[in-house]
């Protein structure tokens, strides 16, 4: 079995609402749903953010998890990068403030360039009208072995006539992916391509905060006509 036929299952649903004035999905205008703490308000569908929210939650990427928030605990691990390479370490909290992770030390492992491979997308082709979800596979790759970037944003996107679906791709056990913690992030968006959508390519671009830098991946597949 291929990895889109074990990972079909997975990811999360994102569904559009219906758009004003009894417009049909799939053309203009689209409504755009975005269900994503990753994507600031105010830039709604553009970026990502990697700031830390207090959350328990690595936002940036970066290893260290909620640095300068506010903290009880004197310390606990972490990962980051000491003079050998990737290593384990301490986060101190100074000061009722959570500190970066530092006192790194073996065993040691690679550093890599943060990047992201869009694994699959299925169906290839995507068929105009009532067909599958569109499943969207990627492997983040963050600076340490140890590091886990919290989601990933997916958008499905065509030109005739300009849209985007956005979706949120995760790898924590939750949101149907019982696969937690293999590396590999699946998203599931709704198929909007319906009757009058010309036959073209497709965008997908999946995006994603590490060591606090955003990191996109882009791929392509055919939009055909039935």
């Known amino acids: 079995m291929n990895r889109v036929g074990r990972l079909g299952a997975l990811g999360l649903l994102v569904a559009a609402s219906a758009a004003s004035g009894g417009c049909i999905i799939g053309t203009w205008p689209t409504p755009e749903e975005t269900p994503n703490s990753l994507v600031d308000v105010s830039n709604r569908g553009k970026a990502p953010t990697g700031n830390e929210a207090c959350n328990d939650v690595d936002d940036d990427g970066d290893g260290s998890v909620d640095e300068g928030c506010p903290c009880e605990d004197v310390a606990r691990g ?4 000491g003079a050998s390479g990737c290593g384990f370490g301490v986060q101190w909290c100074a000061d009722g403030v959570w500190q ?24 290839d082709p995507v068929v105009r009208g009532d067909t599958p979800a569109v499943v969207i596979v990627a492997e983040p790759t ?6 886990a970037v919290p989601s990933l944003l997916v958008t499905l996107a065509s030109s005739v006539p300009v849209m985007r679906v956005h979706g949120v791709a995760k790898d924590n056990g939750k949101d149907a992916d019982d696969e937690a913690a293999d590396g590999a992030y699946s998203a599931s968006l709704p198929n909007p391509f319906g009757p009058g959508v010309e036959a073209q390519t497709l965008t997908i671009q999946v995006e994603g905060i590490i060591d606090n830098r955003q990191v996109m991946a882009a791929s392509q597949v055919p939009l055909e006509v039935q």
Do not use: K, L, M, W
């Not at 963050?142 to 590091?147: D, L, T, V």
């Open 78 to 81: 972490c990962v980051g990068i």
């Open 142 to 147: 963050a600076r340490c072995r140890g590091i």
């Open 100 to 123: 970066e992770c530092s006192d790194i030390g073996p065993p040691y492992s690679p550093v890599h360039t943060p990047r992201i491979d869009v694994v699959s997308v299925s169906p």
